[in-house]
DNA sequence: AGGCCTTTGTGAACGTGTGCACAAAGGCGA
DNA sequence: TCGCCTTTGTGCACACGTTCACAAAGGCCT
């Protein structure tokens, strides 16, 4: 889901793993940055970013050999060695497509243009939304969007459309020629190889922390669990039953009739 | 960063791995359950759901084994278990804490209260949103936070408040009982055992798609690269420099003065 | 009733990620 | 100038995740 590439293929030896975390990193080194904090250690950076130390310096290892034993590693200079290798100190044009609610915060949101992503259009599909400012930028419609992709050297599309339009939108993204998509609306996208698809699924996370929370709040699985299939069941009215016959193992060990 | 529990500790069986996936499935299976389809093979489903076939069948055979040889799934029943399995077959009241852009949007999105999680209670620290109507909803003041948690037993808490708040929010959740965060503030959290925590970071998402896009925009590191270190450097005018004397290593092979 | 053909469930091999623990580096104070 | 003490960079072992490939299961057609 991250890269739709080969995965033999490894990218120029930084694993994906640590390309996730630098932005972690560059984050906590910003704030140093600011606090005119001239050098820090692993295991100072390590708790700013939430990680092991180990780890830290590991991941920094793909990069280079930036630190100073004994003392540390240069807060600026780091940055500037982060933001290099993420392609940070270049511009990156984006375009976001579907203005509806989280269109609209997303293009409000500061933390976008903060660290080169230039927000390059705004399109939606409805008509009434066309020429609507948001964010200071008047929103334009879709029907253009082959057009702002290329006069703007656009590879990043942001898709906030309902999950029906995001395959077409995609499509027409891809066509004109972007090869990174971060997509919000919760569908599986097919993409050529090349296409760099991200997706954020709100509903996805949450039913991970339920899975979690189930877990924690008194263990076992709700009640109407598999019945044990012990004779004939005594309840017909069993939420959910097995379509046929009983199946060979489930799970729970319990006892099977042999 | 995703469960907060030891490492070794494995949850009951099911790999992280196969429970991040879980949701995705049993989308693709809502959707199938929609169109009447009976029965799929694995390999449609994983088809649909965007995975691989192999990955599919043993994701759910930490399930139980729920298959039917030659024939495939019962979508009813998979669905059935998938949500039994993810705790979705009961209520999870969920607050939402920051109710600005980002908070707005989410209050409104409807894919929300779909799977199982109702909005208990809208909270904002602004007294200029109090009361304030989003999504049917009356905001309410954060000092109401508390009593809240406790009266309507949430488990799970959605943090959208600027970065600076997210801290002090989480704190206040947790003692009030909360022990799963969704943090969609760019700011890393501190919570004590047992409580979870997963975070939705667009600036990330972004910056690692910028990452894979500068190495398929002609590979190679941008210009401003550690110049080979000949002689005196020629301009003194390079954006940054080492800090104090030349690295053992920079990756890079490049000759190196001996 | 029997055999065929599809599809599951999983063992085993491989790849990726994590964390420990320590040798070597190198600044800094004496 | 020398040695000490901190901190890096990494080899190694282990845990986790992915994929292949195939035996066994079991419906279904003749
Ligand atoms: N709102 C949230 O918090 C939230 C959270 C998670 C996921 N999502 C997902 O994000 C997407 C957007 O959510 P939303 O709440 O903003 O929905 P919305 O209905 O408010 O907005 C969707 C916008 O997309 C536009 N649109 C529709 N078809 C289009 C097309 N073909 N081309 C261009 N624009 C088109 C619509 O005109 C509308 O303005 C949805 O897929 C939703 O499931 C939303
Ligand atoms: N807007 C986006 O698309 C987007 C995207 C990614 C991340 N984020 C992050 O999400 C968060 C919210 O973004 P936003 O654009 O909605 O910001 P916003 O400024 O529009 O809204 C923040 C809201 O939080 C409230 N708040 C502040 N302190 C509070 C406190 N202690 N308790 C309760 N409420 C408090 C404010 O009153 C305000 O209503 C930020 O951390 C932002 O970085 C936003």
Redesign the interface.
Known sequence: ???GRSHTER??GIPEAT??R???Y???LTGLSERSVPTVSSEELAA???VNSAKLRKDLSY????G?RGVGY?V??LV?QIS???????D?P?VIVGLG??G???A??G??A????RVAALMDADPKLTGKMIAGQAVRHVDELESVVRENGV??GVIATPAGAAQEVTDRLVDAGV????NFA?T?L?VPE?V?V?K??????????????????G?G??P???PPASGPGISGAM??????SA?????EPGVQPA
Chains 1, 2 share one sequence.
């Not at 090869?179 to 971060?182: A, G, R």
């Open positions: 889901m991250a890269t990218t120029r390309v996730a630098l932005p972690l560059l984050r906590a700013a970013a939430g990069l280079g050999s930036y100073t240069d600026e200079y500037y290099r290798e993420l392609g940070l100190t270049q990156w984006v609610n989280l609209a915060a997303l409000n949101y933390g976008f903060s660290r080169g992503f590879s990043i090869t990174s998509i971060l919760p599986v097919t090349g760099d991200r954020v699924d709100l509903s996805i996370e949450l039913q991970i922390l339920a899975f979690h929370e189930q877990r924690k709040a263990d699985l709700p109407d669990a598999e939420v959910r039953r097995r379509p046929s199946p060979k193992s489930d799970r």
